[in-house]
């Protein structure tokens, strides 16, 4: 079976631009989250989706969104990109919602994006 | 809050015996293990849930002290293959914690032939 995939895989925006990113998760997963990696850092939370609703917000400005769509992908949308944005953006995916119980959570390969 | 890692650093030769620990400053329901190397995406490596089910890999081992809030990673027999940045990520406690981990600030292990 196909892990969590993502799109794209590199990419190098602009101050001030648009990014979207884009996830399918494992077939069979309804919940996808994003996070987000800096170098040196471990992978900090933005948001979580399930059933195609937000779930959890992590402590990101509003320029960040995000969407599920019906079979159960996903996309990230950076608006007015900063040169902190720069970092790799992780999707990940469970099977369902909470986490308390032991549901775990899979990342996919993550995107590189590089704001200059 | 974020989980403390120690060490942060860990040189080995391969072989050898390594423990990875995590502590949090809350109450822990569950701890997750994931390596990550240079420029991949973190695997993950195993969960440990109160109540002292433990649900992963064979080749690692781990303990969780819910009392003591924290846990330990034992890579035993060390390969050049675990080589990489190890980290444990904890669900908030309060809530119903809807797919959010907070990592530790990761652990680099380094194994050598």
């Known amino acids: 079976d196909a892990g969590v995939t993502q799109s794209p895989t590199h990419l190098i925006k602009t101050r001030g631009q648009h990014v979207t990113l884009r996830c399918s998760p494992i077939?069979?997963?309804?919940?996808v989250s994003w996070y987000q990696q800096v170098l040196g850092q471990g992978p900090q939370f933005i948001f979580q989706?399930?059933?195609?609703?937000?779930?959890g917000r992590g402590n990101f400005p509003d320029r960040f969104s995000a969407r599920q769509f019906p079979n159960y992908s996903s996309e990230l949308n950076v608006n007015a990109l900063l040169l902190g944005d720069s970092a790799l953006y992780l999707c990940?995916?469970?099977?369902?919602?909470?986490?308390?119980?032991?549901?775990?959570?899979?990342f996919g390969e993550g995107s590189w994006l590089t704001v200059v | 809050q974020q989980p403390v890692q120690s060490p942060q650093a860990v040189i080995l030769r391969e072989g050898e015996d390594a423990v990875i620990n995590c502590s949090s400053s809350?109450?822990?329901?569950?701890v997750h293990w994931y390596r990550q190397k240079h420029g991949e995406a973190p695997i993950f490596l195993m969960i440990?849930?109160?109540?002292?089910e433990q649900k992963g890999h064979d080749k690692i081992s781990a303990s969780f002290n819910e009392k003591k809030q924290q846990s330990s990673l034992y890579l035993t027999a060390s390969q050049l293959s675990y080589s990489g940045t190890y980290f444990c990520?904890?669900?908030?406690?309060?809530?119903?914690?809807?797919?959010?981990?907070?990592f530790g600030q990761g652990t680099i292990l380094t194994v050598h032939p």
């Open positions: 077939s069979g997963h309804k919940s």
């Open positions: 990520g904890t669900p908030d406690a309060g809530g119903t914690s809807y797919g959010k981990l907070t």
């Open positions: 990940a995916s469970s099977r369902g919602q909470g986490i308390l119980s032991g549901n775990t959570i899979y």
């Open positions: 809350k109450a822990l329901y569950s």
């Open positions: 989706y399930y059933e195609k609703e937000e779930r």
């Open positions: 440990l849930l109160k109540g002292g």
